[in-house]
């Protein structure tokens, strides 16, 4: 496989989750025509789904070299929160047999996507039924994920071994928000993998803080970091 199957639904979710997949001239229509009618007119007639699928999938495969050195064999219980429709847990589902996902997301758009720092965390880019979609069509199967409404499930409370969030948690909204329930669901080896501006912060946080990429180029200028063991 060198691509995803996806649908013009779920396409037009993806974009909103990663604005890089959209070319120079979608950029533009949506700096002159404004976020809302970019989510809510553009995206609807004038994306090609299947360059989306393509695109899509290479993005999550380079994501997924940045971190699959810390995923080990023996990792089996994944916590994704803000995953997004979930590309980079089908490599991580390829990589290691028997595994298990939940998914902890929002399931609503957003009217008028905004994309920096949430203090609110009311921006929101999912929808659980596409996610599921997707998962089943690019091949994970059902009895090896299950997907929790933030705002209304009560979430899993077992222990995971690799808990990831990438371009999400203390990225768009406070890692905070989150801190006492990965405390619950965290063991001794946990790996928490997510993308911050505030690396050094994570030293009073976590017994284990690495540093596995730095984003310099882009707006945000994060870091991506593992860390294990809370202090
Ligand atoms: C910028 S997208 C990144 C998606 C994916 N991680 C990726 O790298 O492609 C941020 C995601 O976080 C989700 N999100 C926002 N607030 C959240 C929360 N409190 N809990 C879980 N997910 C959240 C959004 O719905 C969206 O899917």
């Known amino acids: 496989m060198n691509k995803f199957i996806i649908q013009k639904e779920?396409?037009?979710?993806?974009?909103?989750q990663r604005i890089e997949?959209?070319?120079?001239?979608?950029?533009?229509?949506r700096k002159v025509f404004g976020r809302k009618?970019?989510?809510?007119?553009?995206?609807?007639?004038?994306?090609?789904?299947?360059?989306?699928?393509?695109?899509?999938?290479?993005?999550?495969?380079?994501?997924?070299?940045?971190?699959k050195n810390f995923i080990e064999i023996k990792d089996k219980n994944f916590l994704s929160i803000g995953?997004?429709?979930?590309?980079?847990?089908l490599f991580i589902n390829n990589k290691v047999d028997n595994s298990f996902f939940c998914f902890v997301e929002k399931n609503y758009v957003t009217k008028k996507v905004k994309y920096g720092w949430d203090e609110k965390n009311l921006e929101a880019y999912n929808n659980i039924e596409l996610q599921k979609k997707f998962?089943?069509?690019n091949g994970m199967e059902t009895?090896?994920?299950?997907?929790?409404?933030?705002d209304k499930d009560v979430l899993p409370e077992n222990k995971f071994d690799v808990i990831i969030s990438l371009l999400s948690l203390?990225?768009?909204?406070?890692?905070?928000?989150?801190?006492?329930?990965?405390k619950k669901v965290s063991h001794m080896e946990t790996k928490i993998i997510f993308d911050t501006i505030r690396a050094e912060y994570f030293s009073k946080i976590f017994k284990n803080v690495e540093i596995i990429q730095s984003q310099d180029q882009t707006v945000?200028?994060?870091?991506?970091?593992?860390?294990?063991e809370f202090i």
């Open 170 to 182: 203390d990225y768009h909204y406070d890692f905070n928000i989150y801190i006492e329930y990965l």
């Open 10 to 16: 779920i396409a037009r979710l993806i974009v909103l």
């Open 37 to 67: 009618f970019f989510s809510s007119f553009i995206t609807k007639y004038f994306l090609n789904t299947a360059l989306i699928g393509k695109k899509y999938f290479d993005v999550m495969e380079k994501e997924f070299f940045t971190l």
């Open 135 to 137: 998962l089943l069509k």
């Open 143 to 150: 009895s090896s994920f299950k997907i929790f409404d933030c």
């Open 83 to 89: 995953g997004g429709v979930g590309g980079l847990e």
């Open 220 to 228: 945000h200028k994060s870091k991506r970091i593992v860390c294990s």
């Open 21 to 29: 997949l959209i070319d120079s001239k979608m950029k533009k229509i």
